[in-house]
């Protein structure tokens, strides 16, 4: 079927070319997952259960941590 083809390859080019870490190709993780999700490939799930929350924030070291909105109620 090979529907999702391209975002695959960018994806594992990015890793290929990021020395295979992960976290610095998120963005081409995330499009192929959801990719996968449009083409009934996989079950639709919510991206922030597979780790991409809209409050990850990537770090200058590349690490991806929370970020903490300091809001008084």
Do not use: W
């Amino acid at each position: 079927m090979h529907l999702c083809d391209l975002e695959k390859i960018e994806y594992l080019n990015c890793l290929k070319t990021a020395g295979h870490q992960s976290e610095k190709c998120r963005q081409f993780s995330k499009k192929y997952l959801q990719c996968r999700m449009e083409k009934n490939l996989m079950a639709k799930q919510d991206l922030g259960e597979l780790g991409f929350k809209e409050s990850n924030v990537e770090t200058p070291g590349g690490n991806i941590t929370d970020r903490v909105d300091n809001q008084e109620q």
